[in-house]
């Protein structure tokens, strides 16, 4: 299993994929955690100490290991590298383990000046590729609003994209972003999933402009203090697990059919 959630800046994704990352790794699947947005707060989310983040150094900045994959020079852009590096060993070997879940944090895609086609970008998006293709463990992928970290022809393998959505138009306009991005690559299963649901007129707002939301999760207090405060929302609010889980058991429901035919 595959997803990967994306959604606006501020409608908490990354709490929603820290909580269904660890009710897969509660229910005893092995479980890799993937950091995709630039603006990396995976870690933080899945109850991880600050001391062990600090350690972490994003894959597309390990100018070393890039190196050696790629058989260029640290801090160049050498017209000559290797495009297709070895990547299968790296979700073990640098990935850090905690609470029963491998985190593994991509880093930043440079678009700018270096251009998108450098060593660092090469190895990012091979390892994407290697997770949705070949990794055998469940995959939960905390994405930026973009599909920058996943090709064409790799994300046709992703199982589902779950857009994380709040009730206002900014929000929703991302939602049919993705939708379009997903759908000109292929990517059958896209659902949006509804958070900081305050009432039931938020609630009718987000049915009024996506008629197939997967699920809602209610705006809570404990999530607001688990973020201040850097700790997992998985462990400070029960109410929001439950609501995660039914959302994942509501997913499950649909998508299982098709992968057992």
Same mark, same amino acid.
């Given at each position: 299993?595959?997803?990967?959630?994306?959604?606006?800046?501020?409608? &908490?994704?990354?709490?929603?994929?820290?909580?269904? +990352?660890?009710?897969?790794?509660?229910?005893?699947?092995?479980?890799?955690?993937?950091?995709?947005?630039?603006?990396?707060?995976?870690?933080? &989310?899945?109850?991880?100490?600050?001391?062990?983040?600090?350690?972490?150094?994003?894959?597309?900045?390990?100018?070393?290991?890039?190196?050696?994959?790629?058989?260029?020079?640290?801090?160049?852009?050498?017209?000559?590298?290797?495009?297709?590096?070895?990547?299968?060993?790296?979700?073990?070997?640098?990935?850090?383990?905690?609470?029963?879940?491998?985190?593994?944090?991509?880093?930043?895609?440079?678009?700018?000046? &270096?251009?998108?086609?450098?060593?660092?970008?090469?190895?990012?998006?091979?390892?994407? +590729?290697?997770?949705?293709?070949?990794?055998?463990?469940?995959?939960?992928?905390?994405?930026?609003?973009?599909?920058?970290?996943?090709?064409?022809?790799?994300?046709?393998?992703?199982?589902?994209?779950?857009?994380?959505?709040?009730?206002?138009?900014?929000?929703? !306009?991302?939602?049919? !972003?993705?939708?379009?991005?997903?759908?000109?690559?292929?990517?059958?299963?896209?659902?949006?999933?509804?958070?900081?649901?305050?009432?039931?007129?938020?609630?009718?707002?987000? !049915?009024?402009?996506?008629?197939?939301?997967?699920?809602?999760? +209610?705006?809570?207090?404990?999530?607001?203090?688990?973020?201040?405060?850097?700790?997992?929302?998985?462990?400070?609010? !029960?109410?929001?697990?439950?609501?995660?889980?039914?959302?994942?058991?509501?997913?499950?429901?649909?998508?299982?059919?098709?992968?057992?035919?």
């Amino acid at each position: 299993m595959k997803i990967a959630v994306t959604g606006k800046g501020g409608v &908490g994704k990354t709490t929603f994929a820290a909580i269904l +990352s660890r009710l897969y790794a509660a229910d005893g699947y092995k479980t890799l955690a993937v950091d995709a947005d630039p603006d990396a707060n995976l870690g933080l &989310g899945l109850g991880l100490p600050l001391e062990l983040i600090k350690g972490i150094i994003p894959i597309s900045e390990m100018k070393d290991l890039v190196a050696e994959r790629t058989n260029s020079k640290p801090g160049t852009y050498s017209t000559m590298f290797k495009i297709n590096p070895k990547v299968d060993d790296i979700p073990d070997e640098y990935c850090v383990e905690y609470n029963g879940i491998r985190l593994l944090t991509m880093g930043t895609l440079d678009t700018g000046g &270096g251009g998108c086609f450098c060593p660092e970008n090469v190895l990012v998006k091979r390892l994407m +590729s290697h997770i949705i293709l070949e990794n055998k463990d469940i995959a939960i992928m905390d994405m930026e609003a973009g599909l920058e970290h996943i090709g064409r022809g790799t994300a046709e393998s992703v199982d589902a994209f779950f857009v994380v959505v709040e009730p206002g138009i900014r929000s929703i !306009q991302t939602y049919y !972003q993705v939708k379009k991005l997903a759908d000109d690559i292929g990517v059958k299963h896209v659902y949006a999933v509804a958070n900081k649901i305050k009432d039931d007129c938020d609630r009718e707002f987000v !049915q009024n402009y996506i008629n197939d939301c997967l699920g809602f999760i +209610s705006y809570r207090d404990d999530i607001k203090t688990s973020d201040r405060y850097g700790t997992s929302p998985y462990e400070s609010s !029960q109410e929001a697990v439950e609501e995660v889980a039914e959302i994942r058991n509501r997913f499950f429901s649909m998508i299982l059919p098709e992968k057992t035919e």
